[in-house]
């Protein structure tokens, strides 16, 4: 068939040739025509320079490799078009190339330089396509070189490069697994990542290459939970099934509590099965010890967020989820799983298949769960036979006293099945019914009894094994059944169930003293007339006879063995004579006579009838390994839980101001910021690792109250972070309560910070006692906003925000305050003509709306949202940055020069010994259409001084980061700035008409409401406007009822209004309504907003 | 996590093969062929198969067999899922997943196959993307790429991949913008042989054919959302409004697709809208049988029942049946002894009825069990739970779309035991 189109498709590309071409055509197309011949054919396309014959050759060379056929001769007429233009035609060359690198490792050398050429590609997709296929080619010797590239994607600024970067990861790793250090490094990096599209790949890496480092996984645990509802299906999967094995490892079993009061009641129902008790010995041991379960809040929030994925279309996705369920959920909650994996029954049979397969593990375990869905479970005659014995098992599985009747009935339609397989597991499904619940047992022997008299002997075998499986395991009720079953001897005329029963008389033929001899007499008087296997049955019982009850059946036993004798079937002559040398004893028979009995009667073993899925659940649901109930290559174990929790407080993540708050509960949602992902910020993990256990889980339970318990330990544990925090609101409450002169200073190194801590503390006042001191956040405390030390001397108070918060001067707009703040030798940007008045009045009007508003009592700086509390970021942190720091926060005035630009101010600090020479910015790599106006260089930093800079960034209205190197004489640092969503805009002034015009024209798609709770703090004009006005850079709109609040602003790019309403309703509820045409943007605000009100 | 992937026709050839980690031997099929073999039905073939090198996962979909090679660890569904994926999308692509087409057009294939993984991890799966990567193939296009040597490789790059969205592509246009949703119900049942129902159930779907230029945010809501029990949702449907408001908001994907599939909640009693009266019955040592089926319209809400089917797998000994079908016409294969009837509609005023005599084969004894009817009918403008929509919104764009929704009842997994 390959043959028949390409003799088409070369006709078209070689008419376009010429008639030389057509010439070869009949060989090439041909049945004789050789490889060697037809390679020459492609060869000759390939080189020809017209991109059609070019892809036609490559389209009939991809058509062999699918076939499979050997095509790797071509290697050198194919590689040379690995630069070709032409988009198809590279495609296809890289699918040949990644195909056969590994063969012709010397000539794929010949295309590496393509693929280095295309990593530095402006075009992000190009980027990630060069790395994709430079990572699938298998060769060694470009180990080194795939490594770089895959270091620099991964900080590249486009998140579908890092991506691939992800992807490529565990392709190095396999090829070479020397370079595991270096590759977890970038895995470290990429799993702080933030966007939804790297968190997949990565965490696919992580599992392929370092699935034991689960300490990386700390410090994004909240991060992945929160983000997980965004990443796509498959990476969903991956990170699920990782998330799991973690939160075995960090905390405790839900179920250390309950799991005893509960088994033991289930129990007494059904006297289940005895690993319940096991593990409720095992629990109530631990019990004792254990003070009451409270679940810890990451726990809870690994739940709380996948439970949506249940919804999901893709059965990996609810599987997985299903499993996480399984083996982290209380018990109580388990069962929201089934309703999910009730549904997947109706998806493909192979779908069905491995879903029943998880569904018979878990029923056996958590009976209850599936009850009520019991007669999905029905079988269907048209069902595939595996599929059929997976829903018996699970039938059997939920089988108890209430439903037994029920199931019962439909086993009775089973056995009449066509499908003999089938009918045989059914009955087996029935022996196991009546092994479990003794009310049915007898019922189920009658039905088993009756199943002797089928026609079909699978079932009539089947059948008499379960019997006998029954009767083995209650001897007491023996001899009642047997005779029953002797009785059938008349009527029965299936061979196969003759010679069961009389197997079972000659197996407990001292149960039936009286009638065994007697069936021994019929048989014997119909002996020749029976079917061979009836008669090897009735020697076997002759002989049990004769050995047990010699007297009665001795002559029997001899007239048997005689007629045997002389039978037709050698094997029954051959049977009869060697019986007859081990039970009648001669004197030539040996040794082995005494041992006759001993070789007839012994003890036979009673079969145990349970489920064959009865432990696989030590095996992680949804897995390969669950499936073929063996360990798979590569299975993770999943481990048990500890006895005591690690510390929890691993996961603590630095979060900005903004989205801090007391309640741990509120805090962990937060996602964090890439920016503060290094360690530095952390809370020491000393002080929770000190605590003790007990005090672990009650600081985790106390995650509703954590304000009200101070009486537990968990006020200790709760961070000095959370005192900080605390510290700093004081601070702030003083602030606001006397009009003070809050200037802000910077503490550039720590020699200088030694030189002016007395200052410091004297200026400070009693907020400065705390222990602000600690080095760490001394050093991330300093802002931009003071150019050097040298203004150490003003009489301005100082005041050391803690981390990085900061209140910051604006030299613009405020009228009065500036002059205060100036007493700053404050470096600003040299002061620009402002292009558009507008802005500048609009800021001034608005800020003077607020203040009219607000308190006058309080501190004109913190109320304008200009001067409000600006958050700065890290931009280079000292260590990364070799001695060099730098900071930046949004100034949030226009950027001179280009009213498009959000204006970013910069501060370094010089932390180092040398001066650092020609500070500037360069090869910015930008989304399209982004742009930046880079700062001046700076010339010279003297050792420990400090410079502000400004540069403007035209963020497109998008809060993609823009990333770009900060050179230095000596080094290049890769840094990027994201901006919050709301620094993209800049305030307008409206009146409350116009306000309500353009409101009404951005209706619909472009309104966003949302409901939300204000908390105590939040509940005064002051608060929420203040609030409002730090989460996002916009003005005040006057506004005529009393409990709304109105802001409006316009992104910087677009000018795109940005209307906010917040409506203040009974007590603590309010709703927000962001209206704008830039949806994202709206939708992000929403958050940011109520993020900041929340707090 | 996939390593290799093998594509197999019913009569055990090979005829794609694509790796994506280094290349693994055909022979490692051989392990596929034992088990298919021991099988004997192609339904029967074990999804999951142990080598002792790697694992085999298959899928089996319009007499094709999806192997794919595994060497580690992976939950089974996971590749189970994506086989399923590849062929949805050769599907969607080709119209149909046969190997002819795959054949003809397997140079797409592999393209496809290249871009859907890498490494063996899914990269993209929404057919939104992929279309924008790889075109589809059309007659139109394949004779112009014919002349001007033109390819089917999109040549601008998708930036679906990049966005928040990543099911809609960017820039869609049409001149008549339209929403059609296909409320589509089907009743699971098994029905005993006195008649009454074993077990019943509704299964929904919503199918959506939404053509719509740029970026419509739609909203649909029900009348009775609460009869929805168990909903699954496309990934561009709003979790958050659903759970709230129980309203589906979404940015849809361009063109079809399954928007939610949902079950009706068990509370509520499945209104059965056939009947169906059989007798069934061979007679003993006289190698024949008599066969009487009649189906009847029952609480059908005066809409008719159309489109019929019956379905017997008879038993094996059957060697033919002579029968009488007083509407529609009926076949027996009796090779795999499968009895067909089509009636059509029914029309209450004369009951459709299809009787006659079963020949068995001499000397077989006589089949234990009566075989089970499988039953299909379709009702047009019924939902049969009593769902109903009760508006669609959109937001974001100017224009006003036409609307449209459609109700249809069908028969999901129907049995009549006997």
Redesign the interface.
């Known amino acids: 068939?390959?043959a028949s189109?390409a003799y088409g498709?070369e006709k078209?590309g070689s008419s376009s040739l010429g008639e030389p071409e057509y010439g070869h055509d009949p060989a090439s197309g041909g049945i004789f025509a050789s490889d060697y011949k037809r390679h020459d054919d492609l060869k000759e396309m390939l080189d020809s320079n017209?991109?059609?014959l070019k892809?036609e050759a490559m389209?009939r060379i991809?058509?062999m490799?699918?076939?499979?056929k050997n095509a790797s001769d071509l290697f050198p007429a194919v590689v040379k078009n690995v630069a070709c233009k032409?988009?198809?035609v590279k495609?296809?060359v890289?699918?040949y190339l990644v195909?056969y690198a590994?063969e012709q490792q010397d000539l794929a050398l010949l295309s590496i330089s393509t693929f280095q050429r295309g990593l530095k590609d402006p075009?992000?997709?190009?980027r990630a396509s060069a790395l994709?296929v430079l990572?699938?080619i298998?060769v060694p010797i470009i180990v080194p070189i795939m490594m770089l590239a895959i270091k620099e994607a991964a900080s590249d600024m486009?998140?579908?490069v890092r991506k691939?970067a992800a992807?490529?990861i565990?392709?190095l790793y396999?090829l070479d697994s020397d370079q595991k250090d270096q590759l977890i490094e970038v895995i470290e990096k990429l799993l702080a990542d933030k966007t939804t599209?790297v968190a997949g790949?990565v965490v696919?890496a992580f599992e392929e290459v370092c699935p034991e480092r689960i300490d990386l996984i700390h410090k994004n645990y909240r991060k992945l939970c929160n983000l997980l509802?965004?990443v796509?299906?498959?990476g969903q999967?991956v990170i699920i099934?990782m998330l799991t094995r973690y939160a075995r490892t960090q905390f405790l079993s839900p179920n250390q509590n309950e799991s005893l009061l509960e088994e033991s009641a289930e129990k007494a129902f059904y006297g289940s099965e005895e690993e319940d008790t096991k593990d409720a010995k095992a629990e109530a041991a631990s019990l004792a010890k254990r003070k009451p379960y409270v679940m810890d809040p990451d726990h809870r929030l690994l739940l709380r967020n996948t439970k949506?994925l249940l919804?999901?279309?893709?059965?990996?996705v609810?599987?997985?989820v299903a499993q996480l369920y399984f083996h982290l959920a209380p018990k109580a909650e388990v069962g929201v799983i089934a309703?999910?994996l009730?549904?997947l029954l109706?998806s493909?049979?192979?779908?069905q298949?491995?879903?029943l397969q998880n569904v018979a593990t878990m029923s056996i375990k958590r009976r209850g769960m599936f009850e009520?869905y019991l007669?999905?479970f029905?079988i269907?005659?048209?069902d595939?036979?595996?599929i059929k014995i997976l829903k018996l098992e699970v039938l059997t599985n939920l089988a108890n006293e209430t439903n037994i009747s029920t199931i019962l009935r439909?086993f009775q339609?089973y056995i009449?099945?066509?499908d003999k397989d089938f009918v045989a597991a059914t009955i087996q499904a029935i022996g196991r019914c009546a092994t479990n619940i003794g009310k049915v047992r007898d019922t189920c022997l009658n039905g088993l009894v009756q199943l002797l008299s089928?026609?079909?002997e699978l079932v009539v075998a089947e059948s008499v094994v379960v019997i006998k499986k029954l009767l083995q395991m209650q001897p007491a009720q023996h001899s009642e059944i047997i005779k029953h079953m002797a009785k059938l001897t008349d009527n029965i005329q299936v061979p196969m169930a003759r010679a069961s029963i009389l197997w079972l008389i000659g197996e407990y033929c001292e149960h039936v003293p009286k009638i065994a001899p007697d069936v021994l007499r019929k048989m014997a008087k119909s002996f020749t007339n029976e079917e061979d296997i009836v008669k090897l049955q009735v020697i076997n019982l002759a002989a049990k006879l004769y050995l047990t009850n010699s007297k009665q059946s001795k002559l029997l036993t001899q007239y048997v063995l005689n007629l045997a004798k002389y039978d037709q079937n050698y094997d029954i002559r051959d049977r009869a004579r060697f019986i007859r040398q081990l039970i009648v004893p001669t004197e030539k028979s040996g040794a082995l006579n005494k041992y006759a009995k001993k070789l007839f009667l012994a003890q036979k073993p009673a079969p145990i009838l349970e489920s064959s899925f009865k432990d696989r659940d030590h095996f992680q649901l949804?897995?390969?390994?669950h499936?073929?109930n063996?360990k798979?290559?590569?299975?993770?174990e999943l481990p048990d839980w500890p006895d005591e929790a690690p510390d929890p407080s691993v996961r603590n993540v630095e979060v900005p101001e903004w989205t801090k708050c007391t309640s741990r509960e509120k805090r962990k949602d937060k996602v964090e910021k890439p920016f503060y992902s290094d360690s530095e910020g952390e809370s020491g993990p000393t002080e929770s690792a000190d605590s003790e256990p007990e005090s672990d889980s009650e600081e985790s339970g106390s995650s509703s109250s954590s304000g009200t318990s101070s009486s537990s330990s968990e006020e200790q544990s709760e961070d000095k972070e959370g005192e900080e925090e605390e510290e700093e609101k004081r601070k702030k409450k003083k602030e606001k309560g006397g009009p003070r002169k809050a200037s802000p200073r910077s503490v550039g190194s720590e020699e200088e910070e030694e030189a002016e801590g007395k200052k410091v503390k004297k200026a400070a006042g009693p907020q400065g006692k705390k222990g602000h001191a600690e080095t760490s956040s001394e050093e991330a405390s300093a802002s931009e906003s003071s150019s050097s030390g040298s203004d150490s001397g003003t009489e301005a108070p100082t005041v050391v925000e803690a981390k990085r918060r900061k209140v910051i001067p604006s030299s613009k707009a405020g009228p009065k305050e500036i002059s205060l703040l100036d007493l700053d030798d404050f470096t600003p940007p040299p002061p620009q003509p402002v292009p558009s008045s507008s802005i500048i009045s609009t800021s001034l009007v608005t800020d003077l709306e607020g203040l009219t508003l607000t308190d006058t009592s309080l501190a004109p700086a913190l109320l304008s949202p200009a001067f409000g509390a600006v958050r700065t970021y890290e931009l280079l942190h000292r260590m990364a940055g070799e001695g060099l720091s730098v900071e930046y926060c949004f100034s949030r005035r226009p950027f001179p020069g280009d009213p498009h630009m959000v204006a970013v101010q910069i501060q370094i600090s010089n932390n180092t010994d040398a001066e650092v020479k020609s500070l500037r910015v360069s090869e910015p790599k930008l989304l399209a259409g982004m742009r930046i106006q880079e700062f001046p260089e700076i010339e010279s930093l003297a050792p420990g001084d400090t410079a502000s800079v400004v540069m403007g960034i035209d963020f497109c209205d998008s809060t993609q980061a823009a990333n770009f190197q900060l050179c230095t004489h000596t080094r290049h640092f890769y840094v990027s700035i994201q901006p919050p969503v709301g620094e993209l805009m800049a305030p307008v002034f409206m009146s409350e008409n116009e306000f309500r015009k353009e409101q009404g024209k951005l209706t619909?798609?472009?309104e966003i409401t949302e409901k939300l709770t204000l908390p105590e703090k939040c509940r005064s004009d002051h608060a929420i406007v203040q609030q409002v006005t730090s989460a996002a850079n916009v003005g005040r709109v006057p506004c005529g009822a009393d409990n709304e609040y109105r802001f409006a602003a316009k992104t910087v790019t677009s000018g795109s209004l940005v209307l906010i309403t917040l409506e203040w309703r009974e007590g603590a509820a309010a709703q927000l309504t962001v209206n704008s045409e830039k949806?994202?943007i709206g939708t992000m605000l929403v958050k940011d907003i109520i993020q900041a009100l929340a707090q | 996590m996939i390593h290799s992937l093998f594509l197999i026709n019913c009569s055990g050839d090979i005829f794609l093969e694509k790796h994506w980690k280094s290349v693994v031997s055909q022979s490692v099929c051989d392990y596929f062929f034992e088990a298919q073999e021991k099988a004997i039905d192609v339904e029967n073939v074990p999804p999951v198969i142990s080598t002792p090198l790697h694992y085999l996962i298959s899928i089996y979909r319009d007499k094709i067999f999806f192997v794919s090679v595994i060497q580690t660890e992976v939950p089974p569904l996971f590749v189970i899922e994506f086989l399923h994926r590849v062929a949805d999308t050769f599907q969607d692509y080709f119209g149909e997943c046969s190997e002819t087409a795959i054949k003809d057009n397997v140079v797409i294939v592999y393209e496809l196959l290249e871009e859907m993984l890498d490494n063996g991890f899914p990269l993209a799966t929404e057919s939104n993307i992929l279309k924008e990567l790889i075109k589809p193939p059309t007659i139109l296009r394949s004779v112009v790429n014919s002349i001007t040597g033109s390819s089917n490789v999109g040549d601008t790059l998708p930036t679906g991949q990049l966005s928040n969205i990543p099911w809609r592509r960017a820039g869609v246009k049409y001149t008549n913008n339209e929403a059609y949703f296909d409320v589509i119900e089907e009743i699971d049942a098994i029905i005993d042989k006195s008649g009454s129902t074993v077990f019943a159930e509704i299964q929904g779907v919503i199918d959506s054919c939404i053509k719509l230029s740029g970026m419509p945010d739609l909203s649909l809501s029900f009348m009775n959302p609460r009869l929805l029990d168990d909903v699954s949702f496309h990934p561009c449907i709003r979790f958050k409004r659903w759970e709230s408001e129980r309203v589906l908001s979404f940015i849809p994907p361009d063109g079809n697709f399954r928007l939610i599939s949902y079950r009706v909640s068990s509370q509520n009693l499945v209104a059965i809208p056939v009947y169906v009266k059989h007798l069934i019955s061979f007679k003993e040592n006289s190698s024949s049988g008599r066969f009487d089926v009649t189906i009847g319209p029952k609480q059908n809400m005066g809409k008719t029942v159309e489109g019929v089917v019956m379905t017997v797998h008879m038993p094996k000994a059957v060697l033919n049946m002579n029968l009488t079908a007083t509407q529609g016409s009926y076949t027996f294969d009796p090779v795999t002894k499968v009895l067909a009837w089509d009636v059509g509609k029914i029309t209450p005023q004369k009951l459709p009825n299809l009787k006659g005599i079963v020949n068995l084969q001499s000397g077989a004894p006589k089949p234990e069990e009566n075989p089970s009817l499988n039953i299909q009918f379709k009702i047009q403008q019924l939902a049969i739970s009593g769902l109903k929509v009760n508006r669609l919104d959109m937001y974001g764009e100017k224009y006003k779309p036409f609307k449209g929704v459609k109700y249809i009842t069908k028969a999901g997994k129907f049995q009549v035991r006997t």
């Open positions: 068939m390959a189109p498709e078209g017209k991109d059609s892809l389209k991809v058509a490799i699918a076939w499979g032409n988009i198809e495609k296809l890289y699918v195909r590994e075009n992000q997709l190009i994709r990572s699938s298998r486009s998140p579908y691939t992807h490529a565990p392709k396999s599209l790949s696919m509802i965004d796509e299906e498959w999967v099934n949506p919804q999901s279309r893709n059965a990996a609810v599987m997985a309703k999910a009730v549904r109706r493909h049979s192979e779908v298949y491995v879903v009520p007669k999905s029905y269907r005659s048209t595939p036979t595996q439909e339609t009449r099945s066509m089928n026609r079909d949804g897995s390969l390994s499936l073929l063996a798979a290559v590569g299975y993770q619909g798609m472009s949806m994202v």
